[in-house]
Structure formats: structure tokens, C-alpha cells
């Protein structure tokens, strides 16, 4: 069975301090693992996926095999990046399997 | 681009009544998901179709919910009859065998609640 795991809620951080929102996996093949955002009043959104080893809107995410985490970061928040942060494992059976969310509040 | 559209956006019942969902995806995606979403939780897979066909229907509880794409176009979800517990969001996505298997556009979700 695949499981991805946000442990954190609620994130609230102060604009330009950095970011590190978490995700951990249990997945016993190789995983495909993404990010996926949700801003206020609008649809769920990719945001990022560890094949690409891309920055997106300056959001990383290293996929981690050893520790089974994929951890999104960002070195200075701004107020536009307070979103619903899902982490997603594409996996068994074609299957994309979603944490519960990380709520990131960022305050000015 | 409209994008993947849901209809209704919001809708509210009476238990044990009937209520649809009706989703069509962005044109040319092959792939369909009906996902279900409770409240402060991530989304869960209900079913995906390929075109017309339903390869992964396991989640679905197929005593009271149903899901047809008839054209391997748009889908329609019902649920019937309704029960308190299934107030949550449903939540439609496609995606195209040309991107990466993750990599799914999502609607903007129906808001069901049951009273």
C-alpha cells in the first residue's frame, strides 16, 4: 500500500523567513512524487514534481529515497504563497495518492 | 481554455435523496478521476476511466454510488440515496497519456452538503 504522510496542519511563518513544508512516504516501488497547491478560492493546482528537478514560483522539492521524504521549500515566503499545500505519490495501479494538506499562513 | 468544468458548484439535499454530479474534462484528455474530498483531508480516488472504460472503480461504495462516461467525454457521479456522512467536496480531474501519470488538472469541485 502506498501512504503519504504531511504531518504539519497549519504552517504560519513571517514573510522572507524560509519555508519548509514536510512529506513523507511508504511506497515499496520507485515513486513518482508531487506538489500540488491550492489558493484561496481556486482550484487544486500542480505546483511541482521531483522528475523535473525545477524551481517553481522559487518552491524546491529533493525527493530524499533513504529518509522516504520529498519536502517542499523556499528560502523567503511572501505573502502570495499562503495556500492548501498537498503532497502526492503516483504509484501502484496508477494510482495518485494525496496527503492531508499543510495550510501555510504567511504573515506580513 | 476553460479548463476541467463541474456542475453544480454547490449543492444541498435532504438524506436519502438522489443527487448528480456531472464533470467534462479538458478536450483531448482521455483520462478521467472522481475524487472525493472531506473536510481537512486530501482528496481520495473514487474512480478513473480510461476513455469509457472504468479501470479503477475499487473505492467506489457501489451500493450507493454510480458513475457513468458513456462517450468517454463527460461523467456524471450519483450518489443514491444520499446519507449524512457523504457531505464533502467531489472533486473532477483529467489528464492526457502524453504527460506524466501524477500530473492531473483538476475542476473546481461540488460543494455537496446533506442535511
Known amino acids: 500500500a502506498q501512504r503519504v504522510t504531511q504531518p504539519e496542519k497549519l504552517l504560519s511563518v513571517f514573510k522572507g523567513a524560509p519555508v519548509e513544508l514536510k512529506c513523507n512516504y511508504s511506497?515499496?516501488?520507485?515513486?513518482?512524487l508531487f506538489w500540488y497547491v491550492q489558493y484561496s478560492r481556486q482550484r487544486l493546482q500542480l505546483l511541482l514534481r521531483h522528475i523535473s528537478r525545477e524551481s517553481i514560483k522559487g518552491f524546491t522539492a529533493d525527493l530524499n529515497k533513504g529518509e522516504t521524504s520529498f519536502h517542499l521549500k523556499k528560502p523567503f515566503a511572501q505573502e502570495e504563497d499562503s495556500a492548501m499545500y498537498y503532497c502526492?505519490?503516483?504509484?501502484?495501479?496508477?494510482?495518485?495518492?494525496f496527503g492531508g494538506g499543510t495550510r501555510l499562513m504567511v504573515k506580513p | 481554455e476553460a479548463g476541467v468544468v463541474q456542475s453544480p458548484r454547490y449543492k444541498i439535499i435532504e438524506k436519502k435523496q438522489p443527487v448528480a454530479f456531472w464533470c467534462n474534462p479538458i478536450?483531448?484528455?482521455?483520462?478521467l478521476y472522481w475524487y472525493l474530498q472531506n473536510l481537512g483531508q486530501g482528496p481520495e480516488l473514487l474512480i478513473r476511466?480510461?476513455?469509457?472504460?472504468?479501470?479503477?472503480d475499487s473505492q467506489l461504495p457501489k451500493d450507493r454510488f454510480s458513475a457513468e462516461r458513456l462517450k468517454g467525454v463527460d461523467s456524471t457521479l450519483k450518489i443514491q440515496p444520499a446519507e449524512l456522512g457523504d457531505s464533502a467536496v467531489y472533486l473532477c480531474?483529467?489528464?492526457?497519456?502524453?504527460?506524466?501519470?501524477?500530473?492531473?488538472?483538476f475542476g473546481p469541485g461540488t460543494r455537496l452538503t446533506v442535511l
Open positions: 502526492a505519490l503516483y504509484g501502484a495501479g496508477n494510482m495518485l495518492t
Open positions: 478536450s483531448g484528455h482521455n483520462t
Open positions: 476511466y480510461e476513455n469509457e472504460e472504468a479501470v479503477d
Open positions: 511506497y515499496s516501488g520507485s515513486p513518482e
Open positions: 480531474a483529467s489528464s492526457s497519456s502524453g504527460l506524466a501519470g501524477g500530473e492531473q488538472f
